[in-house]
Each structure stands twice: as structure tokens, then as C-alpha cells.
């Protein structure tokens, strides 16, 4: 049979086998990654998208033979280490994912590997501690001990210790926690008429999201206040927990599990009530979309959730050619560079933050779609916090350019980095004001 350069359909993707007798298996893990490094070392295609790729190609070149069998397999755990399970190499640059024969999913071998690691006990405190979002969150949002963990987090003397002992970057910006949470404070506002539209439901239960909860209610309170001003009903999903990405990313599935058992039968059942349900963090949208769903393909509830979760700015354009959006904005946002974060190109859904800016008068988006290298937790690390902000240096590059007034990521968490980066480099965006683009959204609507 001859095989084709490169697949014309479109990609499929495989269900994660985690619950597959051999899925644990070592050796049989070995053998698949080196069938497809030796397929990427003949490809190299994906050189440029993060360290990964090149950690996998300077093994090959400099080993004995100038193949992958001059490769120690036990070094194939450092190609492994260096993917922060983006997608991108998957979603952008492959052209053998399947359907095509080869079968290559490069990002879910590399989470099957971490998986493997994860089991043999091959993960270190620091990691199984930044995993713990909702547990961390909780305790460094309680009164007192917020402005002591705030007050560490900014202490050059403190961040020392903290990197020699935690391994966490002393110079990695992170984020500041608050007492008063989103779950506690939010206001939602169910009063009005639900008006569905052909394209999206016309009411919104929202899943606030670790980040939203504990480090910037800010962002869920102004995408409470633009439904408001939309008039779409909307109520906070009344029990959550976090939505396992961070642990995904670990490897570390049973966890995941649990809080998919957590979570699911609630939003399961406003899916079926007719929610629309959103999240303001685009890894946790992607968790409910792509992620259960391949992991427990065969799940009716996590499918409802599925089909009823929407990225806010999705489920805004969608209202929009439902002609319900209202588009009476009144603060022009001047010059704004836009990022758009991976995990919200995998959505595959088009720029509808984009979209969005487009409608406000005045508004100039400079859009940059490129990895910025942060992840959750990856690029806080001592070790990766280099190569982070290496393949964050175009995205910081372009963002600055325009000299903007805001720079905005649908990732909070990218956002800041790329924030760090213009200001570390000294760029000419170093006055820029780092706002969600669900704040600048109410800020253009005078709210
Ligand atoms: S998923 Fe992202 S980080 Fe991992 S190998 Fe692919 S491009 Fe690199
Ligand atoms: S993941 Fe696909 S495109 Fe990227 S280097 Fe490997 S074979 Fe080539």
C-alpha cells in the first residue's frame, strides 16, 4: 500500500485509552514513541513551536549514530518533559494525525508518557503542589493568609527560598490571590426573559474556574455584567470543582476521574435544563470539550456538557448572528494586540474574541496568534522558566509592536506573561495596560 504525504481529510482524533491493560505499559510506550520520533526526525516540521521538539533533534544529532537508535531511551523522558501539552504541534503542523495511516498524536503520546511517570512515581511535590489549584487556591484565599502569600510571592528574598526549595522561578511573575472569591461574591442576574436564538441557548450557567475564583474574580464579574447588559439570564453553577486540566497535564488521570465525577452530573444537568455554560479560561473550556469527551467517549452526561459549553466570546458572536448581541458600545479601546491562546485555537472555532473587538468603534486589534510558552504551570518552574519566556519572545515581540494602549490574552495567565516579557524586554508596548478581553468588552460598553 502506498502511504500519502500528508492527510487531505480532516483530522480525527483517537479516544485517550486510559483505561486500556496496556496503556501503563512501558515498554509498549517506548516502542510508540520511538515510532514516532523516528517519523518527526525524518519530518522536523515542528522545530520552531516550542523546546520539545528541539530537545528531541539534538538527542538524534548528537548521538552515536546520528539516528534514533543512538538515542538512550531513557533520555526520551526529557523530550517528554519539555511538552506542555499545547496541541499545537497536533492541531497546526502534522500532517499525519489521523485519519492518516501513520496515526501520529504527538501531544497524547507525550500525556500517555507523562501518565507513565505519573504511576511509577516519578512526579516531585512542587508539581503535585501547582496541580493542586483548588486546594492551593483555598488556603492562599483565606484572610491573613492571602496578604502573607501576596506579600511572599512579591519579596525577592522569599522568591530565592522559594525557587532553591519549591523550584519555582524567583523572577516568574505569579499571580495574586483574593478573600473576596467569585463563588462568594458574584451577583448573577436570572430576572430576565430566556430568548433563545437558532445558534445559542439564552440562558448561561457559568463554571467560575480556579483562576477566576481565587486569583481574579474580576473577570467573572465582567462577564456577569455583560450578560446583564445583554439581557441573558444567568446563574454560577452552584458546586464546582477544578476542571482536572491542571492534573491532566500531570499525567495524573485517577485524579482527573474524580473531579470529572465531581463536576459533570451538575453541568450535565443544567445542559439538559438548556444552559449554555461558560468558562472565561480557555483550558478549562477545552478540558470539558475535547479532553472528558476523548477520555470518556462513551459518557452521555460528559457529551451534554460537552455540546452546552461555549468560550464567552464564542457564545457572544453566536448571540450576535441571533441578532440578540447589543452592540450600543461606548468607549472606543483604542490600539489593542490581542493573543490568542493555544488552548483556545484547538477549539477550532475561528478569533471570535476578534470578532468581538471588531464590533467596538475605534478599536484597532493587532492579532497574534502564536504559542507565548507559559502553560499553567510549566512556566513558572525553575527549570523550563527560561525556554518559557524564549518561546515567548516573538508573541511578546509582535504584541509590543503597535505600541498598544491594552495587551490582552483570553488567557489570564498568558496574558501576564506576555505582560512580563514587554516589560523584561524593555519593549516599546511597555506602557500597555494588561486587561481580559472581558473587561475590555465592559469597559467599550461603559459598564
Ligand atoms: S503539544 Fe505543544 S508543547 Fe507539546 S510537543 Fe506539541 S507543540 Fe510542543
Ligand atoms: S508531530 Fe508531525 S509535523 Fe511535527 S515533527 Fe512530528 S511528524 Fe512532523
Given at each position: 500500500?502506498?502511504?500519502?504525504?500528508g492527510s487531505l481529510e480532516a483530522p480525527t482524533r483517537?479516544?485517550?485509552?486510559?483505561?486500556?491493560?496496556?496503556?501503563?505499559?512501558?515498554?509498549?510506550?517506548?516502542?510508540?514513541?520511538?515510532?514516532?520520533?523516528?517519523?518527526?526526525?525524518?519530518?522536523?516540521?515542528?522545530?520552531?513551536?516550542?523546546?520539545?521538539?528541539?530537545?528531541?533533534?539534538?538527542?538524534?544529532?548528537?548521538?552515536?549514530?546520528?539516528?534514533?537508535?543512538?538515542?538512550?531511551?531513557?533520555?526520551?523522558?526529557?523530550?517528554?518533559?519539555?511538552?506542555?501539552?499545547?496541541?499545537?504541534?497536533y492541531m497546526s503542523?502534522c500532517p499525519y494525525v489521523p485519519p492518516h495511516?501513520?496515526?501520529?498524536?504527538?501531544?497524547?503520546?507525550?500525556?500517555?508518557?507523562?501518565?507513565?511517570?505519573?504511576?511509577?512515581?516519578?512526579?516531585?511535590?512542587?508539581?503535585?503542589?501547582?496541580?493542586?489549584?483548588?486546594?492551593?487556591?483555598?488556603?492562599?484565599?483565606?484572610?491573613?493568609?492571602?496578604?502573607?502569600?501576596?506579600?511572599?510571592?512579591?519579596?525577592?528574598?522569599?522568591?530565592?527560598?522559594?525557587?532553591?526549595?519549591?523550584?519555582?522561578?524567583?523572577?516568574?511573575?505569579?499571580?495574586?490571590?483574593?478573600?473576596?472569591?467569585?463563588?462568594?461574591?458574584?451577583?448573577?442576574?436570572?430576572?430576565?426573559?430566556?430568548?433563545?436564538?437558532?445558534?445559542?441557548?439564552?440562558?448561561?450557567?457559568?463554571?467560575?474556574?480556579?483562576?477566576?475564583?481565587?486569583?481574579?474574580?474580576?473577570?467573572?464579574?465582567?462577564?456577569?455584567?455583560?450578560?446583564?447588559?445583554?439581557?441573558?439570564?444567568?446563574?454560577?453553577?452552584?458546586?464546582?470543582?477544578?476542571?482536572?486540566?491542571?492534573?491532566?497535564?500531570?499525567?495524573?488521570?485517577?485524579?482527573?476521574?474524580?473531579?470529572?465525577?465531581?463536576?459533570?452530573?451538575?453541568?450535565?444537568?443544567?445542559?439538559?435544563?438548556?444552559?449554555?455554560?461558560?468558562?472565561?479560561?480557555?483550558?478549562?473550556?477545552?478540558?470539558?470539550?475535547?479532553?472528558?469527551?476523548?477520555?470518556?467517549?462513551?459518557?452521555?452526561?460528559?457529551?451534554?456538557?460537552?455540546?452546552?459549553?461555549?468560550?464567552?466570546?464564542?457564545?457572544?458572536?453566536?448571540?450576535?448572528?441571533?441578532?440578540?448581541?447589543?452592540?450600543?458600545?461606548?468607549?472606543?479601546?483604542?490600539?489593542?494586540?490581542?493573543?490568542?491562546?493555544?488552548?483556545?485555537?484547538?477549539?477550532n472555532?475561528?478569533?471570535?474574541?476578534?470578532?468581538?473587538?471588531?464590533?467596538?468603534?475605534?478599536?484597532?486589534?493587532?492579532?497574534?496568534?502564536?504559542?507565548?510558552?507559559?502553560?499553567?504551570?510549566?512556566?513558572?518552574?525553575?527549570?523550563?522558566?527560561?525556554?518559557?519566556?524564549?518561546?515567548?519572545?516573538?508573541?511578546?515581540?509582535?504584541?509590543?509592536?503597535?505600541?498598544?494602549?491594552?495587551?490582552?490574552?483570553?488567557?489570564?495567565?498568558?496574558?501576564?506573561?506576555?505582560?512580563?516579557?514587554?516589560?523584561?524586554?524593555?519593549?516599546?508596548?511597555?506602557?500597555?495596560?494588561?486587561?481580559?478581553?472581558?473587561?475590555?468588552?465592559?469597559?467599550?460598553?461603559?459598564?
Amino acid at each position: 500500500m502506498t502511504v500519502r504525504e500528508g492527510s487531505l481529510e480532516a483530522p480525527t482524533r483517537h479516544p485517550i485509552a486510559w483505561q486500556a491493560a496496556d496503556f501503563y505499559d512501558e515498554d509498549k510506550v517506548h516502542a510508540e514513541m520511538h515510532r514516532v520520533f523516528d517519523i518527526c526526525h525524518g519530518c522536523r516540521r515542528c522545530v520552531n513551536l516550542c523546546t520539545a521538539f528541539p530537545t528531541l533533534f539534538d538527542l538524534i544529532d548528537e548521538g552515536k549514530t546520528g539516528e534514533l537508535d543512538g538515542v538512550d531511551r531513557h533520555d526520551f523522558g526529557k523530550v517528554v518533559d519539555k511538552c506542555y501539552l499545547c496541541d499545537m504541534c497536533y492541531m497546526s503542523k502534522c500532517p499525519y494525525v489521523p485519519p492518516h495511516p501513520w496515526n501520529i498524536d504527538f501531544p497524547h503520546l507525550m500525556l500517555r508518557a507523562k501518565a507513565v511517570k505519573f504511576k511509577n512515581g516519578g512526579t516531585t511535590f512542587r508539581d503535585r503542589l501547582l496541580t493542586s489549584t483548588d486546594a492551593v487556591g483555598k488556603l492562599a484565599s483565606i484572610p491573613v493568609v492571602v496578604q502573607m502569600v501576596n506579600a511572599v510571592n512579591k519579596a525577592p528574598v522569599a522568591r530565592k527560598l522559594m525557587q532553591s526549595v519549591l523550584g519555582v522561578h524567583k523572577d516568574r511573575v505569579l499571580p495574586e490571590y483574593t478573600s473576596a472569591r467569585f463563588r462568594g461574591s458574584a451577583q448573577p442576574d436570572a430576572s430576565f426573559p430566556v430568548k433563545d436564538g437558532k445558534n445559542a441557548p439564552g440562558k448561561v450557567a457559568i463554571f467560575s474556574t480556579c483562576y477566576v475564583n481565587y486569583n481574579e474574580p474580576g473577570i467573572g464579574h465582567d462577564l456577569l455584567k455583560i450578560l446583564k447588559h445583554n439581557e441573558i439570564p444567568a446563574i454560577v453553577v452552584g458546586k464546582e470543582a477544578c476542571c482536572g486540566m491542571p492534573k491532566l497535564e500531570l499525567g495524573d488521570l485517577e485524579t482527573v476521574a474524580k473531579l470529572k465525577q465531581a463536576n459533570i452530573p451538575v453541568l450535565a444537568k443544567l445542559a439538559r435544563e438548556g444552559y449554555a455554560i461558560l468558562t472565561a479560561v480557555p483550558s478549562c473550556t477545552l478540558m470539558f470539550k475535547q479532553e472528558l469527551p476523548l477520555m470518556f467517549p462513551d459518557d452521555a452526561d460528559v457529551k451534554a456538557v460537552q455540546e452546552a459549553m461555549f468560550d464567552p466570546f464564542e457564545y457572544l458572536i453566536m448571540r450576535n448572528r441571533d441578532e440578540l448581541l447589543r452592540t450600543d458600545f461606548k468607549t472606543p479601546l483604542g490600539k489593542v494586540s490581542y493573543h490568542i491562546p493555544c488552548h483556545l485555537r484547538v477549539q477550532n472555532m475561528g478569533q471570535k474574541t476578534r470578532e468581538v473587538f471588531e464590533l467596538v468603534p475605534q478599536t484597532e486589534v493587532n492579532t497574534v496568534e502564536r504559542c507565548a510558552g507559559h502553560d499553567g504551570t510549566w512556566g513558572v518552574k525553575a527549570e523550563f522558566f527560561a525556554d518559557s519566556m524564549k518561546i515567548g519572545r516573538p508573541v511578546f515581540r509582535q504584541m509590543a509592536s503597535t505600541a498598544p494602549d491594552y495587551v490582552s490574552s483570553d488567557c489570564a495567565i498568558a496574558g501576564r506573561h506576555i505582560r512580563q516579557g514587554i516589560s523584561d524586554g524593555d519593549l516599546a508596548g511597555g506602557t500597555a495596560e494588561k486587561q481580559h478581553p472581558l473587561t475590555l468588552i465592559r469597559i467599550a460598553y461603559g459598564l
